[in-house]
């Protein structure tokens, strides 16, 4: 990644991302959504909503913009478009809250916001596929990282498709017959769509790549993880397509869900296996505390997937469906999220301050820019409180549960401070900080030397 051209707003989505979460986690200390209200409630939807896109797609999305051109070796077909971008997807995450306050009766205002929220996030998601499309597709064939992020797209197309036609459903009078049969029964679509498609798909295709950098692995190119690929592709595909097909034929989509979930566990069966091989042929014996700490998100995939097992087993899924979603979400992606932003953060600090005098002068390492001490009691943290809140959820103790995401929320804050001394590279003692021509980091922007 020496010479790698800087993504200029990756930054910025990061820090909105991390204000997402920070905001969500807060509100279900507080009380507010689920378990303390139904699943399908307006202020449940309002968490939901903050957590995937506020937190997860705008993490992702600034990730991807840096990283896609680094999987491929190319640059981003523009950088220009992701400022617009990220503009559109925080007006239109605004007006989805706004719309959601508005069904819950704590925003008394005409007319629903929903329909132009949504048209706000397809631009925002639109401008962001066409950007990573583009740079995509200037480098076929694609490397097997990329090809999974590829799919990944296709599946933010497919949930950015299905919100747009719940936010009409739900706000305006429409009597399309189709159009109200999937906004009817298509919302387990979407979730798989969006939580398994774009967020889980991503960001196994990007661990592949992370993992084996910053781990000083040799990288899987061979039978097993293109296998992961194409049954995950499949699983995709058998969901998405063949539950709206069966929508379209007025049956019910469960032979679809029940396929695709099969699917899938195989899929991260042989992704488990992948990640552990990894983990064994590193070169460096001593794993920083990004990798240490992206052990335990795999594990609460791990735990994510054998507690679907039980659920269904003990036919009890539709009940604690709430409790597996919460796992994934905050035990899988919010810790692997956090884990890598610990990393990322550092490297791509590293390489703005620092890459451009590397050789004319002493330069710290990238681990220099890190306090892995002060930082792993927060992470140990951050994951015991997720498991708590996941215990708390399948026992249906709020009060549990509240306490939990109280410590998450805590936790959380405390990892964001460390990403912030990292940025400001005030864990670096004295002058050796600024060596140079070296100039202290935009909190918010990367600017390349010669900006």
Known sequence: ???????????????????????????????????????????????????????????????????????????????????????????????????FLQLAGTLDLDPSLLPFAAVALAAGFGLTLYNLGRTLAAARPLPLAARFVGVALLSLAATVTLGLIFAFALSLPISNGLILAIAGAALPLHVAAGIGGWLTFAAIGVSYRLLAMFMLAPELEGARPHMVLRLGAAALAVTILGGIGLLLANASISPALLLGGLLSLVALGLYGADILHLYRARKRRIIELNSEMTAFALASLAAAAALALILAGLQQFSGQVGALVFLILFGWLTGLGLAKLYKIVAFLTWLECYGPVLGKTATPRVQDLVAEGQARGWFFLYYAATWAATVALLASSVPLFRLAAAAMTIATAAIVVQLVRTRRLSNIPGPAALPGSVHRPRLLISLPESS
């Open 1 to 99: 990644m020496l010479g790698a051209t800087l993504s200029r707003w990756t930054m910025s989505y990061f820090a909105a991302a991390l204000c997402a979460l920070i905001g969500a986690e807060a509100l279900m200390a507080a009380g507010y959504g689920f378990p303390s209200a139904p699943l399908r409630a307006p202020e449940t939807l309002f968490l939901v909503h903050l957590v995937v896109i506020g937190w997860l797609s705008l993490l992702l999305c600034g990730a991807l913009l840096q990283f896609v051109p680094v999987l491929i070796a190319r640059p981003l077909h523009s950088d220009t478009l992701s400022l617009p971008a990220l503009g559109f997807l925080l007006t239109g995450l605004g007006g989805l809250l706004g719309g």
